[in-house]
């Protein structure tokens, strides 16, 4: 197993603990951490593409990673930071 595939594997694993705990109540979909813990989930998985290209998964993780941003912008305009 090569840096960039580590690299993939962690960002899997923090993308499936966020949902796992979402499902277990343990956060919310409004808790940052569920956010940031998908945001870095996918840029670790970008990260590993880097060696092995693929389109399709470049792309998802490109909007997973967009869609968490917007998670982490309302976060913080509901903690009166913008």
Known sequence: MNVY???????????????????INKISSN???FSLMNFFGS???IVS???DWNLP????EM???????IGIIKYFKNQHFF
Do not use: P
């Not at 998964?57 to 998802?60: G, L, P, Q």
């Not at 909007?63 to 941003?69: D, N, Y």
């Open 5 to 23: 595939e580590i690299y993939g594997m962690m960002g899997v694993v923090l993308i499936v603990v966020a949902y796992f705990l979402l499902q």
């Open 31 to 33: 808790d940052l951490k």
């Open 43 to 45: 840029l670790l998985i």
């Open 49 to 51: 593409l880097f060696n």
């Open 57 to 60: 998964s470049f792309i998802i």
């Open 63 to 69: 909007f997973w990673m967009a869609i968490s941003m």
